[in-house]
């Protein structure tokens, strides 16, 4: 068996097809997308192209995405600008968010920038939905954040639901939809949202681009300083190739997307049926076994108590299966998953996320299962 990759929720590999379009912006088309001369408004001209591509996909307009260097720079751009502009002194998150918005966050929150509140959640993960409302009610004119799909348990949160509460109270709200973009349909003129966030890399793209949404009736100020390109958003010269690359990885996953949602829940179904055949005390984490309120793409399980529950992810790779025990960011550290923590998930039993793509097939799924009794069952023995 060659190596088994169950860990796209970490990163996806690059599509063939992908990388066949970024070559030629790679090897010929090479001029600086600001020049004014032929070279350079070849380039420019594909980036455009690539925005146009990428905004009719999400039903929107070219003018409301700004390419960025990814997730990560593309929440720190909402979350940060639109505190900025508006004078925002009170935010709500929950302690279920990605790095990426949670340490932006607090680090705001211990500069004194912002009051951060956090919304409650049970023991599956769930938000407490009439605490978002009532917090609302008592901070008009404030930001919500919370993500559309969770990256560790794939808990599906309703972002029209949540949206139609920021506006009825004035509240901007931004999610960071990294996991969803991709593998989910986005209308941004019927979502009330004013910022979502999308990766390349999680969806069959090349890493270190992406892109934020920002609707059109909010303004922030630009991220970065020094030149003029993203019609004066982030200063710096483009990544021409990643961002054409970015579009066509789009593109497909647009084409593909219902084809790839019913294969992805026959391998989860598949996965979920034999896991419970396989051990007698088997969970699953947050909503991730619920094949309706969590997405097709990842399963969190929560396996028997193992004295080797630390060395299970190492046991795996020896295995030459790739895995993660949370969120990718958490993988071999001591410091743990937030999200696990957050949920109260029995730090006894080892839990491992595993995440799939269009890519992953039933006999790598077997194959894991398989590897996974074997090394439970070695431990148990020793």
């Known amino acids: 068996m060659k190596r088994v990759y169950l860990d796209n929720a970490a990163t996806t590999p690059m599509a063939e097809e992908v990388l066949e379009a970024m070559l030629p912006y790679m090897r010929e088309h090479f001029g600086n997308p600001s020049s004014i001369h032929t070279h350079g408004r070849e380039t420019r001209a594909a980036i455009e192209r690539a925005r146009k591509q990428i905004a009719a996909l999400l039903n929107t307009s070219p003018s409301e995405i700004v390419f960025t260097s990814g997730g990560t720079e593309a929440d720190n751009f909402a979350l940060c600008g639109s505190i900025a502009a508006k004078g925002i002194r009170h935010v709500l998150t929950s302690p279920l968010e990605h790095h990426a918005v949670l340490h932006t966050l607090e680090h705001l929150a211990k500069q004194g920038r912002i009051e951060l509140s956090l919304v409650p959640v049970d023991a599956q993960g769930q938000l407490d939905e009439d605490y978002l409302g009532q917090w609302l009610a008592q901070h008009p004119g404030s930001l919500v954040s919370l993500m559309h799909v969770n990256n560790e348990i794939g808990n599906l949160y ?139 793409t990842v399963l969190n399980v929560s396996l028997p108590a193992s004295d080797i529950g630390d060395m299970l992810l190492f046991n795996l790779d020896i295995h030459k299966i790739s895995a993660s025990g949370g969120s990718a960011c958490s993988s071999g550290s001591e410091i743990g998953s937030h999200v696990l923590r957050a949920i109260q998930a029995e730090p006894s039993r080892p839990s491992v996320r595993f995440s799939f793509s269009r890519y992953t097939t039933l006999e790598e799924v077997d194959y894991t299962i398989d590897r996974l009794a074997e090394i439970l069952s070695t431990a148990a023995l020793s």
């Open 158 to 296: 309703d972002l029209h639901r949540i949206g139609s509460l920021c506006r009825e109270y004035g509240a901007l709200f931004h999610s960071d939809t990294v996991q969803s973009v991709g593998h989910f349909a986005h209308d941004l003129q019927a979502l009330p949202i004013d910022f979502v966030v999308g990766a390349a890399h999680k969806f069959h793209g090349p890493k270190g681009v992406g892109f934020l949404y920002i609707n059109a009736e909010t303004k922030i100020p630009p991220f970065i300083q020094g030149g003029a390109q993203e019609r004066n958003m982030r200063g710096g010269t483009e990544n021409l190739y990643g961002i054409v690359g970015m579009a066509k990885a789009l593109e497909l996953a647009h084409t593909q997307m219902a084809d790839e949602a019913a294969h992805l829940r026959q391998l989860k179904s598949h996965m979920i049926a034999r896991l419970k055949a396989q051990f007698e005390d088997i969970r699953f984490n947050g909503l991730s076994g619920d094949l309706e309120r969590s997405t097709h």
